[in-house]
Structure formats: structure tokens, C-alpha cells
């Protein structure tokens, strides 16, 4: 049997701000290890002698990040699918079915969010051993997460009799909604309820066979957004009319509620899904205190606490059960009971149309990145960072002029017809309007001070007439 691990990558994670933002969400975030979410659970397949190489599932806007992350850890995967709007999993997981499909007719599916935390490797590789077998039976199977305590915050699966040839799995009697305190206190006693991870394991087919009886506009649009949709550099851009018409639904409404054919396998393998800032302070090893502090963090009398400095010092003295999340452009400090309020603030910033919640100021591009140093009225200035042999689009503003200064490495500029090298400490002007390009022909990062100024500096004055990128 070959398994074909199906990552699907999408998703704000707007309970996370404000370091996880639309830009940069949680599971391309470094949040538990030295390694990305999403690198964590790539890395947490790869090896296993059954598992092909993963099936990525992403929005078209974080593309580049998830090629760059994969190349970091020696990852190749299968395909990067990319969606150009969100419409939940159970459309993202047809169009991977139907990928998966042409390329394999017996392709059997691990469904994994990109976001979550398992400790222990050896029980999940077993559960999905025993998932396994009996999905070559034709079972759609789920993994029901033992629960460690009367969470809320969960979903849960009550199982029914036990699965056929199984002494371990059960056929799944209902899914249940996040119950309130009480509820829960009831299922953890019960001992047949167990947390809904939003894992699965299935054939492509079998799931495809199911979503056609109980969702078939979902069927029908996933199908047709991979057949009609085409290569892109890397990635395989699903066709942006036929997904876009897609309904949008949960595989668990969709099919596992309705299915005859789903089982749970219930699975003890440290699992969270950090849906909060209160998860992620337990996913960790705090200190003597029972504090998790990460960057340049002072404490004095905290206890139970999580601290996280980005950008500067963070000096927190006398309190508990707090979460302080420092960044360049905000702060955030909640108490750990509290911090499912967080996703209020994130409505906030949009109803004013603040930015805080779409990007940092450090914003990475294919090329590299840049950062937001100081603006003002009619100027801004940014660090940017351009990577060895790869260059910007080229581009002009309607409203603005550059200023160009190289602070290290060698840069190729075009302006207008002319096409000069900068090293480091020299320094060009881009008038308004006029066609440009900024490259780094060098082995080592480009870095130089942009100051801009004029009438208007959005990102959203940049016409493009060439870019490697095929950015529009």
C-alpha cells in the first residue's frame, strides 16, 4: 500500500496573533521547535518506507514561503497545490484526491493539517499502521485523539462497535460539536469520546466515491478545478472558476457524518492543534516557574506564564498566568484564561482597516524580503534583502521615487536603459515612472536602505512588465 502524505496548509490562525497574521500564519511560523509547523510535519512523514513524498495543499498567496521551507529541510514534494480562494477541507482534500488519483488509482490519503503538535512519533506511526488495514477494506478512517482532559476547544468522535477485524478501532456513532465544560467532564468520564484531531487516512477514490453521493457540487468543482487547472513554475494552480463555484465545507460535514463506511482509531500520541496561546504554553517545557519564554525575555516573580520577545527586551516582573507575545508593531498580553478573545482583536483591526493583521513589517517575498524601518508623511524607508541570484520583477510607481543605498553585497540596477553595479556604500536614484529592476548577481545576500517619496506608497503602485516569478 502506498500513502501519500496530503499536507493541507491553509488557514489564517488568527488566534495566534499577533505573530501569526494573513501573511504569515501560524504554520509557517516556528512556534514550538527551531523548525516551522509546517516543517515539522513534513519532517514527521518523511522516512517511513510506505509514505511517498507529501502532497501539499496551500493558498496561492503563501506559495513561495512553502517552496522556500520545503528546500530548506531537503524536501521534494509530490505537488503543490494551490488554491486561489479558501473553502475548507473537504474541497481541498477533493482536489488532492483527484491529483492523487492520475497519478496513482490505488492512492491511499493521509489527510494532516500543517498546524499541529505530535510528541510521539512511534504510537502515530502506529496508529496509522492499524488505520491502514482497514482502510484497504474500504474504510474511511479518523483519528480520535484520547483525551487528557474536559477540553472545550475540541470537537468530539463517540465510538459505536467495534470496528470489523479490528481489536483497536471502532465504527464511528457521531461527531460532536465543541461541548461546554460540563459536557466535557461527561465524555472524558465516558470513556468513548475522544477529541476530534482532523486527521484521516482513506483511499482517493473511496473518499472521491463518497464526496460524489453526499456533496456532489463539491465533487463536481473539485474535479474540475484540477483537471482544467495548470503548471506554474513549481506549483499546480487549480482553475480559479471552477473552485472558486466550489460550496465550501468540512470533510466532517461533508462525508464522515454521513459515510457508512468511517471508523476511528483512537490514538495517545501528544497531539494539540495550538489553537490558542494557552495550547501552545502547554505544548512546551517551561522552567522551574512554569514559565515558556522565548527571545530576549527579563522575568522576575512570573510564574505560569508564556513570554515571547521578536524584537527587543521584554521585562515582565511579578505576575502569573499571563501571555505576553512582543512584536515589531505589537503587543499583546492576555490572561491564559482569556486568550480565545483574541480573535476580537483581529476583527478589530479589520473593521478599522488597520494592517496588523494581514502582515509584519518584515514581509517575505520569492526573492527575499523586506522590512518596514520608518515612514512618514510623503516618505518611508525599508531594509530590503535580496537573495544570491534572484532579482525583483521589473517594475514602475506612478507615485514615488527610490532611493537606493547598498549597505552589503553587489547590486545589479536597471533603470531605464541603463544597467549599472552598486557595491557596497554607493548609492542610485529611480525617478517616477521610470522602469527599473534590482538583481543580486553575488553569492552572498544583497542588502540595501530603500527610501521612498511622493504622493502615495502603497505596495499596491508597482506595475510589472517582467518577473521570473510569474507574479501578476
Known amino acids: 500500500m502506498k500513502i501519500y502524505p496530503v499536507i493541507l496548509s491553509g488557514g489564517a490562525g488568527t488566534r495566534l496573533w499577533p505573530l501569526s497574521r494573513a501573511v504569515l500564519p501560524k504554520q509557517l511560523l516556528p512556534l514550538v521547535t527551531d523548525k516551522t509547523m509546517l516543517q515539522d510535519t513534513v519532517l ?21 514561503l512553502v517552496a522556500e521551507q520545503l528546500r530548506e529541510i531537503g524536501v521534494t514534494p509530490l505537488g503543490i497545490l494551490l488554491e486561489p480562494v479558501g473553502r475548507n477541507t473537504a474541497p481541498a482534500v477533493a482536489a488532492a484526491a483527484n491529483y492523487l488519483r492520475a497519478i496513482d488509482p490505488d492512492a491511499v490519503m493521509l489527510v494532516l493539517p500543517a498546524d499541529h503538535v505530535i510528541d510521539k512519533n512511534v504510537p502515530f506511526a502506529q496508529a496509522v499502521a492499524q488505520a491502514g488495514a482497514l482502510v484497504a477494506d474500504g ?9 487528557q482532559a474536559p477540553e472545550t476547544g475540541y470537537g468530539y468522535i463517540h465510538r459505536g462497535e467495534r470496528a470489523a477485524g479490528s481489536d483497536t478501532a471502532y465504527q464511528v456513532d457521531r461527531f460532536v460539536e465543541k461541548p461546554d465544560r460540563a459536557t466535557a467532564e461527561l465524555f472524558v468520564a465516558d470513556g468513548g469520546y475522544y477529541w476530534n ?3 484521516f487516512l482513506f483511499r482517493a477514490e473511496g473518499y472521491l466515491r463518497e464526496l460524489a453521493e453526499f456533496a456532489p457540487a463539491i465533487a463536481d468543482a473539485a474535479e474540475a478545478a484540477v483537471r482544467l ?3 506554474d513554475l513549481d506549483f499546480c494552480r487549480l482553475d480559479e472558476a471552477a473552485f472558486s463555484s466550489c460550496p465550501s465545507d468540512s470533510i466532517d460535514y461533508a462525508v464522515m457524518e454521513r459515510t457508512r463506511h468511517a471508523v476511528v482509531v483512537p490514538a495517545d500520541i501528544g497531539w494539540s492543534d495550538v489553537g490558542s496561546w494557552s495550547a501552545l504554553w502547554q505544548v512546551q517545557q517551561g522552567d522551574a516557574q512554569g514559565n515558556v519564554q522565548r527571545g530576549d525575555v527579563y522575568l522576575d516573580g512570573v510564574t505560569n506564564s508564556l513570554v515571547r520577545a521578536e524584537s527587543r527586551i521584554v521585562a515582565v516582573i511579578g505576575v502569573n498566568d499571563l501571555v505576553v507575545v512582543e512584536t515589531p508593531d505589537a503587543v499583546l498580553v492576555a490572561h491564559k484564561d482569556q486568550v480565545q478573545r483574541v480573535k476580537q482583536i483581529v476583527d478589530h483591526l479589520k473593521s478599522k482597516e488597520r494592517t496588523e493583521h494581514l502582515h ?7 526573492w527575499g524580503y523586506y522590512e518596514g524601518i520608518d515612514a512618514g508623511d510623503r516618505f518611508q524607508v525599508k531594509r530590503i ?23 552589503s553585497g553587489t547590486a545589479r540596477v536597471t533603470c531605464g536603459e541603463k544597467v549599472s553595479l552598486l557595491s557596497e556604500n554607493e548609492s542610485t536614484y529611480i525617478p517616477i515612472g521610470m522602469n527599473h529592476r534590482l538583481e543580486n548577481p553575488g553569492k552572498v545576500p544583497l542588502h540595501i536602505i530603500e527610501v521612498q517619496s511622493g504622493s502615495y506608497l502603497g ?3 508597482i506595475v510589472r512588465f ?3 516569478y510569474q507574479r501578476a
Open 360 to 366: 509584519h513589517t518584515k514581509v517575505y517575498r520569492p
Open 197 to 199: 484531531s482532523g486527521m
Open 44 to 64: 514527521r512523514v518523511s522516512g517511513w518506507p510506505e509514505l511517498m513524498a507529501p502532497l501539499v495543499v496551500c493558498g496561492n498567496e503563501h506559495r513561495f
Open 459 to 461: 505596495e499596491d503602485d
Open 385 to 407: 534583502t535580496v537573495k544570491p541570484g534572484e532579482k525583483l520583477s521589473l517594475q514602475m510607481h506612478h507615485h514615488r521615487a527610490e532611493h537606493w543605498v547598498v549597505v
Open 139 to 147: 474504510a474511511l478512517a479518523t483519528f480520535g485523539i484520547v483525551p
Open 229 to 231: 487547472g495548470y503548471r
Open 466 to 468: 517582467e518577473d521570473i
